[in-house]
């Protein structure tokens, strides 16, 4: 009859332009996981967080240790939390390195400053400069916090970009790996995902290290008041 033709038609036209819009919204809906999925693995270094996985698939742990964490930060933390406990822990490790080398070096070699053969614990050592320079406090307070401004605006959400306040949504960038403000003057950060992880894993484990050994230099010298290396090795 003419209305069963009628309705024949009129599926068959609906059908034609279903199949003609299809194509292009799935291709659409396609590239755009494609270009999220491209950002997502260049920002993170190869790393694709999965929330199946201990600190959301973070390189990290190292037998026989593993996952090491007995007071439970990971648990039921999110993506943004996780990031910014990493953030905060290969942040310290670098500052603790570095610390670590100039507790040892700093006690037996300090040319500036007119101390050069002066006897100086590193725990006096910030002490004894500014006695010679006063400036130097006001110095290191800038050039920490152009450090410190340079890593905020590599990683952090601006605080107007964030709500009311700043304090909805993520801190962190969703494109931003944590500990990456893209400092590298030897080059030595691989292009292989793999190897990048391994890399950070080791500069992880030495930075747990060093803050381990940075307390156990302060707290050593504040017993017994000398020198890391003389006590330990008589240099």
Not at 23 to 29: M, T
Not at 137 to 163: C, D, H, Y
Not at 169 to 197: C, H, Q, R, W
């Amino acid at each position: 009859s003419y209305s069963n033709m009628s309705r024949t038609v009129l599926a068959l036209a609906l059908l034609g332009s279903a199949s003609a819009f299809a194509p292009s919204a799935i291709a659409r809906v396609a590239s755009a996981l494609k270009s999220q999925a491209i950002e997502i693995e260049d920002g993170g270094n190869g790393w694709v967080p999965d929330e199946s996985e201990f600190a959301f698939g973070l390189p990290g742990a190292l037998a026989p240790v593993g996952n090491f964490d007995p007071l439970g930060f990971a648990n039921g933390a999110g993506l943004d939390q996780m990031k910014m406990y990493r953030e905060a822990e290969v942040t310290h490790g670098r500052v603790a390195m570095l610390a670590a080398l100039g507790f040892l070096v700093g006690e037996n070699f300090h040319p500036l400053f007119g101390l050069d053969g002066k006897e100086i614990l590193g725990i006096e050592s910030l002490t004894e400069v500014r006695q010679v320079f006063p400036a130097f406090f006001e110095l290191l307070v800038i050039l920490i916090g152009a450090t410190e401004l340079s890593r905020a605006q590599a990683g952090w959400v601006p605080p107007r970009n964030r709500g009311v306040g700043g304090t909805a949504g993520d801190t962190l960038n969703v494109d931003y790996y944590p500990g990456d403000i893209g400092f590298d003057p030897l080059g030595l950060k691989p292009t292989d995902a793999e190897e990048f992880a391994t890399l950070q894993t080791k500069e992880l484990q030495n930075g747990r290290l060093a803050m381990l050994a940075v307390a156990g230099f302060v707290a050593q010298e504040l017993v017994d008041h000398k020198p890391i290396l003389l006590n330990d090795f008589g240099i």
